[in-house]
Structure formats: C-alpha cells, structure tokens
C-alpha cells in the first residue's frame, strides 16, 4: 500500500527466494476508483526502482494480474506511478504472488 503524487511514483521491494512464476496485480488505486496507473517491475536502485524491459503496463485496478512472467531468484522491486493524467495524490495496493 502507498501513495502516488501528481507526477510521481512509489515502489516497494520484494524478494524472489527461488526462480519461478510472478504475478503483480495493482488491486486498488483511487480515487477515483477509474483511474489508469503505472505498474512496473524492476530492480532497486538507489533511492529508485529501475524498471526491466518489457516490465510495465498502463491499468487500471483490477482482481487479476496485470504483469506475469518468470524472476530468477533476486530481490526486485514493484513501482507505481503517476501516467499523466493525476489531478491529486493516488492511494493503491499491489499484490506479489510468487506461488
């Protein structure tokens, strides 16, 4: 959970124990409950979440998973943010599922 500003973004780390399938789902962001959203995977960075290649996607909250693939095992991190059409500071919750 987090909260994106006007014309910024969020991340949070996670690690990966063992190589696998990963599911990341953006479940809320709003208001309003509409809106699209940034949602990346990447690697930390510093201060920052370098997203992969191929990585992010435009969304809109949802129940199934906006970004699949497979992660080596590492530690990565999952960012949301601001695609240019926020008027006020975004509240969201992502989900990682490594099963």
């Known amino acids: 959970m987090g909260t994106v500003a006007v014309q910024g973004s969020d991340f949070h780390n996670f690690t990966v124990a063992k190589s696998g399938q990963i599911d990341v789902t953006l479940t809320t ?3 309003p409950s509409s809106i ?3 949602l990346g995977i990447g690697v930390p960075s510093g201060t920052t979440c370098s ?7 435009n ?3 949802g129940s199934t998973a906006q970004l699949s693939g497979t992660a080596a095992a590492a530690t990565y991190c999952v960012v949301v943010f601001d695609i240019g059409n926020q008027t006020t500071p975004i509240d969201y ?3 990682v599922a490594h099963p």
Request: hydrophobic share 55%; charged share 0%; aromatic share 6%.
């Open 93 to 95: 919750a992502v989900t």
């Open 59 to 61: 969304t809109q909250a």
């Open 36 to 38: 699209f959203m940034g």
């Open 51 to 57: 997203l992969l290649s191929n990585a992010s996607v």
């Open 29 to 31: 962001a709003g208001p």
